[in-house]
């Protein structure tokens, strides 16, 4: 073996990773981060996360975690010290642990410092130049950034780039001054706005309004009226924060609108209906309870015209959408008087005519506003997020806004321009001021010229911010949140979906004022997050900054013609997981609204009419339509081919002592087999592995589906290219001996359920890519799905035998299957692909047999759902008659005594069942009983009956021991 190989550095993250810690430090960073909130991006990984990958990734494996955790940012220098004394107490390092929060917290010069002395001496450099050319929202290179490190960050996607300049960049390079010229320029634009929007957007004397509600409008079929199409009319059902804990408590009146039919006239009026809450989720008036939600006008695609009763199909309203456009029909406005709260009204005559005035003004001025590239024309792409814009008929980027929203869109783009004129010409005359001082110095006159061309585009982009911010809350695809009576994003989800009824923001006010409030808040704490003092820049604690060392390109992964071979000491990258995320199709929501603010100042970013999509590396299947053979084969095939290209382009600028960290988190096998393939294909062995808890647990529906909440590591180094091949027989044993050593080690982090199975793909992938290529008995290539499934039944066999604490002799797949399902799904609904491995794991039957034969469960869509007891009686999967029942299937006898107790609520007939059958004495069953307990969810019914039949039958008591949960109470610091 090479030397290069053999005397690398082995490095803190090949070693141990602190989980706890990072569990913990990602469950607080849900909310409230300046770094998330400065422009939408639809994946970023949490910022803790992030610093502990790139630190661990360069520092030496010979540091304590004391240490490690001192550089990260979790203690201060006194606190290591204390520490590390022999009298330190747990309470007081948890106590410490617990309070800091990572993501606000820069690291300090000491800590900077110390970092690259290390660096020094692993890398021979104390700045290693780290990359991540997928890097999407920034989380990796904002915190190799953080502790000054040369950054190569780097993505397809235009609104990244320009994202990640706003949140690292200019924050870097001018420091929290830049404040004042961006506070100077955002108030001018709302300014003139206000002036120039100010008749579009009238009030009633008294009264400020602030919002429209609006719902869409169809043409009803049989007797043409226009319906308006709401799935509730509710307008405000507000409470206030009770504390920790307590109900929120209703402190103020409920209001809603009631349509009132008006056949003659042929539309539908509203009345609108206010008064304290109601009985269930309804408003107290004096005719009795009024519930919004009975005079919905449309469930589930289907409308109804509340003027003749007439139900108008799902295709008649999208066949109307396409043709004509739906309709806007003005139901409530929200206004306030003074100071006080929020109100409604029903429409005035003052809010129709200046809604028909923002029309007529659109008919005069649309020429005139195309050929000024103010409106965003280009079509929608036909694609796996935009096909349902297009089925009802929002066929152009622009009639994703009603006439009066686009107006107000327009304008502020308008108005940005004409901003960006005057900045240039402000920093024209300070630079030549500034460049008569240096007279004839070259390098100075070059960085003054550098610093104003940066300034520009700097005040620019946070403009551009507050603009897409706007473009966001106030168009058609906006939601109207009943409970906070404020608006949502149109990109909360990972989809461009219409609302049937949307709100309006007062564009002449309102709209700008809140969203420019939010964007200079944010730029406050990214300053504060970098830890960059009032009037300096850079990141403290470097002798000499060079804003030079941040690199932001806009780059394909699998083409990085702008860095050398061999030149980048450590990779950390966050690649996308097949089709998961469409961020190309879901950006060009704002790509056309920046290309309109930035296009003159970005040129190179901005020269397509929309993003790319065919070099995006996602599975995205709308590409490959109508080319005979299957979309989806040929998006995965696509997918595939670029990933490979991508880590042959990561294995070519790598050192060969580098090394590579790769975020994973996809749950599907085949997505993980592609992956691995990739990555030995492109000559990497995977070194080590580890996973962390990094989903929002409020984004993940785990009551009722599962879903992965780690994100695994994979830790890669370039192999040997001198490594022979080996035989898969040979292998296999060493795969399953380091899956079950590692599986204790993983659960004492707190990886359980299915996040479990999925660390253990490290450890195979250790062993499966140590040589190339691995060979079966016929001397053919072995994918990495070999090893994925000799770790999923190591997995299964380790946690069987834990759960029933012997031998796992006697018990029947069936009944294995079952609970280790609950086990690792926690869910009643969990992945086809999940159930199909976790059987192939245990073995003896596949979900075909699981659906059809032993009618365990049902299966549709790419979904998997556990069925009851009940329902599996009636299905005839058992019978709970004695001389029927086979017995052949221990979870039969149990379901069948959960049926028996639910149905009769009767324990003498549970315990005759139990008796006449023999399961009362059969100690395998009395151990299946035992670990449903363990297993099945508190709030799941079956659980309920397992718990009250052992307390109410003494011969199941007697046998069946049952560990009740101590809840450890602390105070939240």
């Not at 955002?186 to 009264?207: H, I, K």
């Not at 009603?402 to 402000?426: F, G, M």
């Not at 017995?887 to 003498?908: K, P, T």
Request: with cysteine; charged share 25%; proline share 5%.
């Amino acid at each position: 073996m090479s030397e290069t190989y053999t005397n690398r550095p082995r490095l803190f993250i090949e070693k141990i990773m602190p989980i706890k810690l990072l569990n913990e430090q990602v469950y607080f960073e849900n909310g409230g981060n300046p770094f998330k909130g400065l422009h939408r991006w639809y994946s970023r990984k949490p910022l803790s996360f992030s610093r502990a990958s790139v630190l661990a990734s360069v520092l030496p494996a010979d540091i304590s975690m004391d240490e490690f955790q001192y550089l990260l940012g979790v203690y201060s220098e006194q606190e290591l010290g204390y520490l590390q004394q022999s009298n330190w107490l747990e309470d007081k390092e948890e106590k410490i642990t617990s309070s800091v929060r990572l993501y606000k917290t820069p690291p300090s010069p000491r800590c900077i410092g110390r970092v690259h002395d290390y660096c020094e001496k692993v890398w021979g450099k104390r700045t290693p130049v780290v990359l991540d050319a997928f890097a999407g929202g920034g989380s990796i290179p904002f915190e190799a950034a953080r502790y000054g490190f040369e950054v190569y960050g780097s993505d397809l996607n235009p609104v990244a780039v320009v994202t990640m300049k706003a949140a690292m960049e200019y924050p870097l390079k001018f420091g929290p001054d830049l404040q004042v010229d961006i506070d100077k320029w955002v108030q001018w634009v709302g300014n003139e706005a206000e002036t120039r929007l100010a008749a579009f957007f009238p009030s009633p004397e008294g009264e400020t309004v602030q919002n429209y509600l609006w719902a869409h409008t169809v043409q009803c079929p049989s007797c043409n009226s226009t319906v308006p199409l709401s799935p509730n009319w509710w307008l405000s059902k507000t409470s206030n924060y009770a504390g920790k804990g307590q109900t929120r408590k209703v402190t103020s009146d409920w209001y809603a609108v009631k349509p009132i039919p008006k056949p003659a006239e042929k539309r539908v009026d509203f009345e609108l209906i206010k008064g304290r809450k109601g009985k269930g989720s309804t408003i107290h008036t004096e005719d009795g309870d009024f519930d919004p939600n009975d005079y919905n006008t449309i469930s589930r695609g289907v409308g109804k015209c509340p003027n003749c009763g007439n139900v108008i199909e799902d295709d008649i309203i999208k066949s109307q959408a396409q043709k004509e456009g739906l309709g806007h029909q003005l139901y409530a406005v929200a206004y306030k008087k003074g100071k006080g709260s929020l109100e409604f009204r029903t429409p005035a005559e003052i809010d129709l005519n200046a809604f028909q005035k923002s029309i007529d003004f659109n008919v005069d001025k649309i020429n005139e506003l195309i050929t000024g590239e103010l409106v965003p024309t280009p079509e929608v792409f036909y694609g796996e997020k935009t096909q349902e814009l297009l089925r009802y008929g929002m066929k152009k980027w622009h009639s994703l806004f009603n006439p009066r929203q686009l107006l107000t869109l327009v304008t502020y783009a308008e108005i940005i321009n004409e901003a960006k004129e005057k900045i240039r010409a402000e920093c024209e005359l300070e630079k030549a001021a500034k460049i008569e001082s240096v007279e004839n110095d070259g390098e100075a006159v070059a960085e003054i010229e550098d610093y104003y061309r940066g300034k520009l585009e700097a005040i620019a982009t946070y403009l551009a911010m507050v603009m897409d911010r706007c473009v966001d809350r106030n168009c058609r695809l906006s939601i109207w949140h009943t409970a906070r009576c404020s608006v949502e994003r149109a990109s909360t989800q990972h989809a461009l979906n219409l609302t049937w009824n949307y709100p309006e923001i007062s564009g002449k006010g309102d709209l700008w004022i809140s969203c420019a409030d939010a964007v200079i808040k944010d730029y406050q704490g990214l300053c504060k997050m970098l830890g960059i003092p009032p009037h300096s820049t850079g990141i403290p604690g470097i002798e000499k900054y060079d804003p030079k060392t941040i690199k932001i390109d806009l780059c394909s992964a699998d083409s990085l013609w702008h860095i050398g071979d061999k030149s980048v000491d450590v990779i950390v990258t966050d690649p996308p997981y097949y089709g998961t995320i469409q961020y190309a199709e879901l950006s060009d929501f704002f790509y056309i609204w920046l290309k309109i603010t930035l296009g003159d100042i970005f040129p190179d970013l901005f020269y397509v009419e929309l993003t790319d999509k065919d070099r995006e590396a996602v599975a995205n299947p709308s590409r490959f339509r109508n080319m005979g053979i299957s979309p989806d084969e040929l998006a995965n095939q696509d997918y595939e081919a670029k990933m490979a290209l991508a880590f042959g382009e990561y294995h070519r600028v790598l050192r060969d002592d580098g090394i590579m960290t790769v975020q994973f988190n996809h749950k599907d096998s085949g997505a993980w087999d592609v992956l691995a393939k990739s990555l030995i294909d492109a000559g990497f062995e995977i070194t080590a592995s580890w996973a962390v808890s990094t989903e929002n647990p409020q984004n993940l529906h785990q009551a009722k589906k599962n879903s992965v909440s780690s994100t695994v590591l994979l830790v890669c180094r370039q192999r040997d290219p001198n490594a022979g091949q080996a035989w898969w027989e040979d292998l296999r044993p060493e795969v399953v001996n380091l899956v079950e050593k590692r599986a204790p080690e993983f659960e004492a982090n707190d990886i359980t359920g299915i996040d479990l199975y999925l660390s253990a793909f490290g450890p195979a992938l250790n062993v499966f890519s140590r040589q190339y290529p691995i060979l079966n008995s016929s001397g053919e290539e072995v994918r990495p799905e070999e090893a994925f499934a000799e770790a999923r039944k190591a997995i299964a066999n380790y946690r069987f035998r834990s759960l029933v604490g012997s031998e796992t002799a006697g018990f029947d797949a069936l009944s294995q299957w079952y609970l280790l399902a609950w086990d690792a799904f926690r869910a009643r609904e969990f992945p086809y692909d999940d159930a199909r491995q976790l059987a192939l794991a245990i073995g003896g039957f596949n979900v075909t047999d699981l659906v059809k034969t032993h009618k365990l469960l049902d299966s549709a869509s790419g979904t998997c759902k556990l069925l009851t007891p009940q329902q599996r009686l009636k299905k005839r999967a058992f019978s709970v008659q004695e001389k029927e029942f086979s017995g052949r299937y221990l979870v039969d006898g149990l379901h069948g005594a959960i049926a028996i107790y639910q149905e009769e609520q009767n324990l003498q007939q549970v315990r005759r069942f139990l008796q006449n059958t023999g399961l009362v004495t059969n100690d395998l069953f009395m151990k299946i009983w035992e670990v449903g307990l363990k297993v099945i969810p508190d709030t799941v019914p079956e659980r309920e009956a397992l718990v009250n039949l052992r307390l109410g039958v003494k011969e199941i008591k007697d046998k069946v021991v049952h560990e009740q949960l101590t809840l450890d109470l602390k105070l939240d610091p």
